[in-house]
């Protein structure tokens, strides 16, 4: 059996916050703001693939109102994911994911980022893709306010229900 799965997240980038992206601290004036370490790549992997499972998703799992997952690092959020992914007999096939802001440039950090990340789903940096995009200066993300990011899993295995 084959699932795919869909996920999103966007956060408000903050003076006053850490930039977290991909399991990965980076060097900037800004970082997104929210309950956890506010990585907005992990989020939507996180999303995409609890959506493939049928978990619903990360609020569902991890909600903003439970105080042990205050200012939790994301990598760790992935973990407890993957955990869970597992119990359902998963494997991951491949993840395709997008950031979408417009600075600072992350493509120097993608390798990195890949590597953190594969490290923590225990998959090879083949299978997980990392790709950066602007929005060419237009709305919240152009005028650095924001960042997004979309991710697509392709779960392979699974129990039948």
Sequence with gaps: MIRIGFGFDTHVLDENREFWLGGVLIPHTKGAAGHS???????????ALLGAAGLRDIGTQ????????????????????MDLIRVKEFAIGNIDSTVVLEKPKINPF????????????????????????????MGFIGREEGISAYAVVLLEGGIRQ
């Design 110 to 137: 993608i390798p990195q980022m890949t590597e953190t990340l594969a490290s923590v789903m225990k998959i090879e940096p083949g299978q997980l893709s990392i790709k950066a995009k602007t929005s060419e200066k």
């Design 37 to 47: 370490d506010a990585d907005v790549l992990i989020h939507a992997i996180i999303d």
């Design 62 to 81: 991890f909600p903003d109102t439970a105080p042990e997952f205050r200012g939790i690092d994301s990598k760790i959020l992935l973990s407890l994911t």
